[in-house]
């Protein structure tokens, strides 16, 4: 049994340097794809960095150079990804007016998650002034990947509904309406 144990010991570290080996030459040819001009590929390099694997160390300031590169290429994950991290002040200072920016034109292209972000920023005032039509045009845009995710967002939603006045909601639902349009001319 002990012999087995060293067996089974000695395969999955030969397993694991394989592997390593592995996600050490996909990151090479991500960077040489990157270093071309690649927008998919400078977004994998950020995520790269950002997590720290693919044989990078976790680096978000790193991260943040790829994103931008790749989001200045309209790359919708890149966009919100560069978004969060000035929201979040990561690898970059925080500045919720170039969030703001990252997340609409993300969202623009068809990135929902950023319109959930954009309607909290309207609903804080964070770069721009509180607005909860426009929180509510926004949050009505977003797409919860999960079952919880539409709850929270439904709960949200009837929350402003009931600040909003008669007028207010129609306007709000007017300006989701021209949202979605415009969503779908910048996505195309």
């Given amino acids: 049994m002990k012999r087995f144990s060293q067996y089974l010991l000695v ?11 592995a996600q050490s030459k996909d990151a090479e040819r991500t960077r040489r794809a990157a270093e071309s001009g690649d927008r998919v590929a400078q977004f994998f390099m950020g995520l ?3 997590e720290g ?23 919708p994950d890149a966009e919100m990804a560069i978004g969060d991290l000035y929201y979040n002040g990561e690898g970059v200072s925080q500045d919720y007016a170039l969030a703001f920016k990252w997340f609409r034109r993300a969202a623009l292209h068809g990135e929902s998650k ?5 309607a909290t920023m309207y609903m804080k005032s964070q770069a721009v002034s509180q607005d909860l039509a426009q ?5 009505s845009l977003f797409r919860p990947s999960d079952e919880n995710g539409r709850t929270k967002q439904r709960q949200v939603l009837i929350a402003l509904e009931n600040k909003l006045s008669a ?5 709000a639902q007017a300006l989701a309406d021209e949202l979605r ?5 910048s996505s195309k």
């Fill in 11 to 21: 395969a999955v570290l030969a397993l694991t340097a394989c592997q390593a080996h």
């Fill in 48 to 50: 790269y960095y950002f």
């Fill in 53 to 75: 694997f693919g044989g990078v160390s976790k680096d978000h300031a790193e991260a943040a150079r790829w994103w931008l590169k790749s989001a200045e290429q309209s790359f």
């Fill in 114 to 118: 950023s319109c959930a972000r954009i």
């Fill in 135 to 139: 929180a509510y045009a926004w949050l």
């Fill in 167 to 171: 007028s207010q909601l129609a306007k």
């Fill in 181 to 185: 349009a415009e969503i779908r001319r």
